[in-house]
């Protein structure tokens, strides 16, 4: 009998191992064809860049996948157990179920770590290696854009162009978008090339002229080349206060003092300020525009403090769904003993649609805004155990 416990639980874990390894692979791979294929349509990428991309974009795909393939894996393996009356035979050797669920639950408890670790390497950098991709591609991209819209637009400039024969643009128009000065810089040449070595995008014109929303202009006949940094248009929170989406947790703590730093002092000095305006009976300042701005101000860092404070229990609540999954998972498949096991997947599989997910959407969606405290994104998680231990109380007495 002590030998049959010893070989059971190893025989389980060899099993949730061997389904749980196939299906993740399969539904990684579905999931990173996908990534991708957005990627390319989104920035128009060429084959070189889509393959360097694929190791920045598989922690974002796991982290998602995993949940997934665990309840798929715990469906599919004690679906069997209990339809063969595998579980029923260890009962009546007076052998308990949870001999046969414990190594279930300590992978789903393992991979829940992992994809928490996973979630903090594909907010920083997976995501990080992503924009690094595509801001050296960017010449490829401009180029790709040009050809089929002769027109390409980012958030630092706007290119049109006539025809593109090669690498020169024909009769291009190239505004610049100053944010520093809030001056528009048109450039219209002859023809233009796009040259960028990962840092700088240059724009290099032959035989053209120069605007400056209302300050200047002037004509050059020969060549003229204007730099533009590649961070100013990546599309990441590379300028100013990073996203707390895309910081690593170690980091979200350090952010997370400063904010409330900024936030006491702002609070002092508009304090100060009010305590001033009002001992010298300046009631017009105390209503004035800025004291809105300053108020905005202030809204917008707690609404900054409440983000931070969100995102660390949203990655570790996203990453044990995989523990909740599983109890729910494996108690629902050996009470289906006689069901198909896709139809037990497809059971669990509805409630954390229309239950998990909804509830921590909600929780995160109260915790930005400050409604409610960050522990509330645990709220689908606490659901969903709730049910699985409930049902695993019923499979104890089955």
């Not at 798929?72 to 949870?98: D, H, M």
């Not at 409440?306 to 909740?324: D, K, N, Q, V, Y």
């Not at 599983?326 to 037990?344: D, E, P, Q």
């Amino acid at each position: 009998m002590l030998g049959l416990m010893r070989i059971v639980p190893r025989y389980v874990l060899a099993e949730l191992l061997r389904v749980f390894l196939l299906a993740l692979a399969c539904l990684t791979a579905l999931v990173l064809v996908f990534g991708v294929a957005r990627e390319a349509l989104r920035e128009g990428l060429g084959a070189s860049a889509l393959l360097r991309l694929i190791p920045y974009l598989l922690p974002d795909a796991l982290r998602y996948t995993i949940p997934a393939t665990v309840l798929f894996a715990v469906a599919v393996v004690y679906g069997r157990l209990s339809g063969t009356n595998e579980l029923l035979a260890l009962k009546s050797l007076g052998i308990s179920p949870l001999v046969v669920l414990v190594p279930g639950y300590v992978l789903a408890f393992a991979l829940s770590l992992i994809t928490v670790l996973l979630s903090d390497i594909a907010v920083s950098w997976g995501r990080n290696g992503v924009r690094r991709v595509v801001l050296e591609a960017m010449e490829q991209i401009a180029y790709s854009r040009l050809r089929i819209h002769r027109s390409y637009t980012t958030p630092a400039f706007s290119i049109n162009v006539k025809a593109v024969q090669g690498k020169r643009l024909i009769e291009p128009v190239i505004t610049i978008y100053d944010r520093k000065r809030k001056k528009n810089i048109t450039i219209n040449s002859r023809y233009a090339e796009l040259v960028s070595d990962g840092r700088v995008l240059v724009f290099r014109c032959y035989d053209g002229q120069v605007d400056v929303q209302g300050e200047l202009s002037y004509r050059f006949p020969d060549v003229m080349e204007h730099e533009i940094p590649l961070d100013r248009f990546s599309g990441a929170a590379g300028v100013g206060t990073p996203s707390p989406s895309w910081l690593p947790l170690s980091q979200v703590r350090v952010e997370l003092i400063k904010v409330q730093r900024e936030i006491r002092e702002l609070e002092d000095e508009l304090a100060l300020k009010a305590t001033t305006q009002l001992v010298s009976l300046d009631t017009d300042s105390l209503f004035s525009k800025e004291w809105r701005t300053n108020h905005l101000e202030r809204e917008n860092l707690y609404f900054l403090y409440h983000r931070l404070r969100t995102e660390p229990p949203r990655r570790w609540a996203g990453g044990f769904s995989c523990l909740c999954f599983a109890l729910v998972g494996s108690a629902v498949a050996i009470r289906r003993r006689n069901a198909t096991i896709m139809g037990s997947f497809f059971l669990c599989f509805l409630p954390v649609l229309v239950v998990y997910y909804p509830l921590l959407a909600f929780g995160v969606h109260q915790a930005k805004n400050g409604t409610l405290p960050p522990q509330v994104v645990w709220l689908g998680n606490l659901v969903m155990g709730a049910v699985g231990l409930w049902l695993l109380k019923k499979v104890m007495r089955y």
